[in-house]
């Protein structure tokens, strides 16, 4: 089992979810853990009797709501390091970084946009850890400039990360955002619709997550969905 983690303030559940739909298309079993103080996917992912927590599956995801660790996860499943390939996992608290073992992740991506509050929380998250963590940017914006990026580095100055020199761009396009809530809506995960520049950031991610998988699946995946 792979575990990917998604670190950060700013709304990334349809993110995750998406790029788990298509590593579900290439073949791989996943799991999506919500971990977030808001529970989104509470909201979008369909469950047909929610509690306090539980697992659900959407369009052949396993989604998680609602468990505070790794721990309680494997006492609700069993063992899930033998289940999937697979587990992505969202994260907006310290707190649960270090519950869900983030710090032990293949991959960890950091996922902001340039509001104060999504940098400045985003950052928060790690900042009580002391060991030197390795991440990605993924970065959200309508008209990326490398000053916003500049910004991102002088706030991250003091807190022990290692930025990898290559970034994930996705463009805050309000036509991405329409089709988004359309397919909320009808509860389906299409990516058709989506813009250009916002698959071709799925597609990069996904590459990175399973660079085992020939580049050839992945497009016929995309067309699939």
Do not use: H
């Not at 996992?89 to 996922?111: L, T």
């Amino acid at each position: 089992m792979r575990k990917i983690g998604f670190i950060g303030a700013f709304e990334k559940t349809d993110l995750i979810i998406y790029t788990a739909r298509i590593l579900t298309e290439v073949g791989k079993r996943v799991l999506v853990i919500d971990t977030t103080i808001l529970q989104k996917a509470r909201y979008i992912v369909p469950c047909i009797a929610p509690t306090k927590f539980y697992v659900t599956e959407y369009e052949g995801i396993d989604v998680a709501v609602g468990f505070d660790d790794l721990e309680s996860l494997n006492g609700y499943m069993g063992d899930i390091e033998n289940d999937y390939d697979l587990v992505l996992i969202d994260v907006d608290s310290y707190e649960k970084f270090d519950s869900f073992e983030i710090i032990n992740s293949e991959r960890i991506y950091f996922v902001t946009a340039f509001d104060s509050f999504s940098l400045k929380k985003g950052i928060e998250i790690i900042g009580t850890m002391r060991q030197k963590i390795r991440m990605k940017k993924i970065l959200f914006e309508r008209e990326y400039t490398e000053e916003d990026d500049e910004y991102l580095n002088f706030l991250s100055l003091t807190y022990p990360i290692e930025w990898d020199e290559e970034k994930i761009y996705f463009p805050y396009d309000q036509g991405d955002l329409t089709a988004i809530i359309e397919n909320q809506r009808v509860t389906k995960i299409k990516l058709k619709n989506l813009s250009e520049e916002y698959r071709e950031g799925l597609f990069i991610l996904t590459q990175e997550i399973v660079p085992e998988i020939k580049t050839a699946e992945i497009k016929k995946a995309f067309k699939n969905i």
